[in-house]
């Protein structure tokens, strides 16, 4: 069973991933892999909006689209992690790998 510190580390990682690599001494498997989800999570995030700003630019619906869907996508980890489960991120989740 996960304690409430790593939950928290975990959760903390979807929010801005350099955190929990910084203050945490001690990383268990599931936090790594939570922090992995949320560096593709934010890669992801900037690589899609720089991309759909360069081709449509910045007021489109595909932009707005591509936002709400990195949202849904940040409150799937945060619930995997609630329930304390190592389960990728739908569509990105296995694109690649940073932290083992």
């Given amino acids: 069973m996960k304690n ?12 801005f991933f ?13 936090l790594n892999y939570h922090i992995n989800q ?3 999570l ?18 489109s619906f595909l932009a707005g689209l591509f936002k709400l869907c990195v949202v849904i996508l940040f409150i799937i980890g ?3 992690v609630m329930k304390k489960r ?3 991120l739908p569509v ?3 694109l690649f790998t940073v932290i083992q």
């Fill in 86 to 88: 190592m389960k990728p």
């Fill in 38 to 40: 949320g560096i593709i």
């Fill in 42 to 59: 934010m890669a992801v995030s900037i690589a899609g909006q720089f991309g759909i700003w360069l081709l449509f630019g910045w007021f």
């Fill in 4 to 15: 409430d510190g790593e939950k928290f580390w975990a959760i903390v990682a979807y929010v």
């Fill in 92 to 94: 990105i989740g296995d």
């Fill in 78 to 80: 945060i619930i995997n």
């Fill in 18 to 30: 350099p955190l929990p690599l910084i203050f945490v001494k001690h990383k268990s498997p599931f």
